[in-house]
């Protein structure tokens, strides 16, 4: 079965510079979210999309921004990169079934950023 | 607010051995769902179960059951026969609506030596 896919695997950027992680969610797939893994943490929850339009909001920096493309696909930008920004970033996928409130999540393999 | 406790940090068994890995959960939501990912060494979340907080039927998959109560607000999670490929990292977790945020625990970081 298809699964979702993200690009690239792993980036390396130097600090203040800027990066785009580009997600392309399970087909039929209509809503994208975006998550933030630390070393040794628990996911964080950064911002999702329904039908292109913003969702949900969490603890995304000003610096970070993100959209949901007419296909589906989704790309998060990040801008004056920071030491901290380190981190896995997981794209997940999801569709809504018709009469259920939600829905399951289903996880890319990340991208694992550096920021040196 | 939602939050999601798990309060085994490491558990270390030898293969065969059966586990529980613990789960207890808050949230002022009548509604809501609960679900467990596995994070293996590669670094992939990879789905497990989803359980909605009006359905406490308990579930069996192979190795894997599931224990739902809502009175307890716990939902943990029993490995029987452990092996070593069960080592991983295991979440639970919490959200109340589609398009919404999964409220992650810790985690509990399972190892199975052989």
């Given at each position: 079965?298809?699964?979702?896919?993200?690009?690239?695997?792993?980036?390396?950027?130097?600090?203040?510079?800027?990066?785009?992680?580009?997600?392309?969610?399970?087909?039929?797939?209509?809503?994208?979210?975006?998550?933030?893994?630390?070393?040794?943490?628990?996911?964080?929850?950064?911002?999702?999309?329904?039908?292109?339009?913003?969702?949900?909001?969490?603890?995304?920096?000003?610096?970070?921004?993100?959209?949901?493309?007419?296909?589906?696909?989704?790309?998060?930008?990040?801008?004056?990169?920071?030491?901290?920004?380190?981190?896995?970033?997981?794209?997940?996928?999801?569709?809504?079934?018709?009469?259920?409130?939600t829905d399951?999540?289903?996880?890319?393999?990340?991208?694992?950023?550096?920021?040196? | 607010?939602?939050?999601?406790?798990?309060?085994?940090?490491?558990?270390?068994?030898?293969?065969?051995?059966?586990?529980?890995?613990?789960?207890?959960?808050?949230?002022?939501?009548?509604?809501?769902?609960?679900?467990?990912?596995?994070?293996?060494?590669?670094?992939?979340?990879?789905?497990?179960?989803?359980?909605?907080?009006?359905?406490?039927?308990?579930?069996?998959?192979?190795?894997?059951?599931?224990?739902?109560?809502?009175?307890?607000?716990?939902?943990?999670?029993?490995?029987?026969?452990?092996?070593?490929?069960?080592?991983a990292v295991?979440?639970?977790?919490?959200?109340?609506?589609?398009?919404?945020?999964?409220?992650?625990?810790?985690?509990?970081?399972?190892s199975v030596?052989?």
């Open positions: 079965a298809a699964g979702v896919i993200q690009s690239p695997r792993h980036l390396i950027k130097e600090k203040r510079e800027t990066a785009t992680l580009k997600c392309y969610p399970i087909p039929r797939h209509d809503t994208v979210y975006w998550y933030q893994q630390g070393p040794g943490q628990d996911p964080q929850f950064l911002i999702s999309f329904y039908e292109k339009m913003q969702s949900d909001k969490g603890s995304i920096p000003d610096r970070f921004s993100a959209q949901q493309f007419s296909d589906y696909h989704s790309e998060l930008n990040m801008s004056s990169l920071e030491l901290g920004d380190s981190a896995l970033y997981f794209c997940a996928s999801s569709w809504l079934d018709r009469g259920q409130i399951t999540q289903y996880f890319g393999p990340g991208t694992r950023l550096t920021v040196l | 607010a939602q939050k999601v406790t798990q309060a085994q940090t490491e558990i270390s068994v030898v293969e065969k051995e059966d586990v529980t890995l613990d789960c207890v959960y808050e949230t002022r939501d009548t509604t809501y769902y609960l679900f467990w990912y596995k994070q293996p060494p590669s670094g992939e979340l990879v789905f497990l179960i989803r359980r909605n907080s009006f359905d406490e039927q308990n579930e069996i998959s192979g190795r894997y059951s599931w224990n739902f109560q809502k009175s307890t607000s716990s939902f943990n999670f029993t490995i029987t026969a452990s092996q070593v490929v069960d080592s295991y979440f639970c977790a919490l959200t109340h609506q589609a398009g919404t945020a999964l409220i992650f625990g810790k985690g509990t970081t399972l030596s052989s």
